[in-house]
């Protein structure tokens, strides 16, 4: 069974800086894109970054030059380095495969307030 969880989230103020982290289980981290999604109160998820296969990264424009994801195969965990946090960043965070989807985990919380 796929397992992924989230974690890292909190309260930062605006300008502050996160790092978030998802620990797979069951399946390795390489073998599929994957992606950090975020989900704000009353809208839908979004994708705002992933990493491919080989390792190429693309973002939401939203986050382009603040945000950094990566990945370490050894540890087969998938990282999200968050800079220059914005109130509108607030959100529950997720990962996930980009194709082969499995359950959503917990996800976790950022929340960007002074």
């Known amino acids: 069974q796929v397992q992924l969880v989230e974690s890292g989230g909190g309260l930062v103020q605006p300008g502050g800086s996160l790092r978030l982290s998802c620990a797979a289980s069951g399946r390795h981290v390489s073998i599929d894109a994957m992606g950090w999604y975020r989900q704000a109160p009353g809208k839908e998820r979004e994708l705002v970054a992933h990493i491919t296969r080989g390792g190429i990264t693309n973002y939401a424009d939203s986050v382009k030059g603040r945000f950094t994801i990566s990945r370490d195969n050894a540890k087969n965990t998938v990282y999200l380095q968050m800079n220059s946090l914005k109130p509108e960043d607030t959100a529950v965070y997720y990962c996930?495969?980009?194709?082969?989807?499995?359950?959503w985990g917990q996800g976790t919380q950022v929340t960007v307030s002074s």
């Open positions: 996930n495969f980009l194709s082969m989807i499995v359950s």
